[in-house]
C-alpha cells in the first residue's frame, strides 16, 4: 500500500500563491492515478484535482478550474498542486490520494495526511 505524505501548506493572503507537494512511498508511483481533495471546516470533502499516470491528463473541479494547476514528476515520487490566486474559501486541509485505474475525479482508495491551507482576506 503506498504511503502519503503531503506538505506545503500555510497561511497566506488573498491572492498570494502556494505550491502543495505529496511524496509518496511504498509503491510503484507511476502506476498510479494521483489526485487532491480538500475539506474545509463543516464542509463536505471536495475533490479539486486529478492527474493521469503520465500527467498528460489532468481533470479539475470548477471551483478551481483555471486557478489550480496539478503536475507529478515520476522520477521523484511527487504530485504537485499549484494554487494561484488564492482566495478565502479556498481554506481547507487538503489531501493527496491515490488510486489504480478508473476515472481520475473519483473512487481514490489511499490518502496522506492533510497539509492546512488558510487564506486571510
Known amino acids: 500500500q503506498v504511503q502519503l505524505v503531503a506538505s506545503g501548506g500555510g497561511l497566506v493572503q488573498a491572492g498570494a500563491s502556494l505550491r502543495l507537494s505529496c511524496a509518496a512511498s511504498?509503491?510503484?508511483?507511476?502506476?498510479?492515478?494521483m489526485g487532491w481533495s480538500r475539506q474545509a471546516p463543516g464542509k463536505e470533502r471536495e475533490f479539486v484535482a486529478g492527474i493521469s499516470l503520465s500527467g498528460l491528463t489532468t481533470y479539475y473541479a470548477d471551483s478551481v478550474k483555471g486557478r489550480f494547476t496539478i503536475s507529478r514528476d515520476n522520477a521523484k515520487n511527487t504530485v504537485y498542486l499549484q494554487m494561484n490566486s488564492l482566495e478565502p474559501e479556498d481554506t481547507a486541509v487538503y489531501y493527496c490520494a491515490a488510486k489504480f485505474g478508473g476515472t481520475l475525479s473519483s473512487g481514490y482508495n489511499a490518502w496522506g495526511q492533510g497539509t492546512q491551507v488558510t487564506v486571510s482576506s
Open positions: 511504498g509503491g510503484i508511483f507511476s502506476r498510479y492515478i
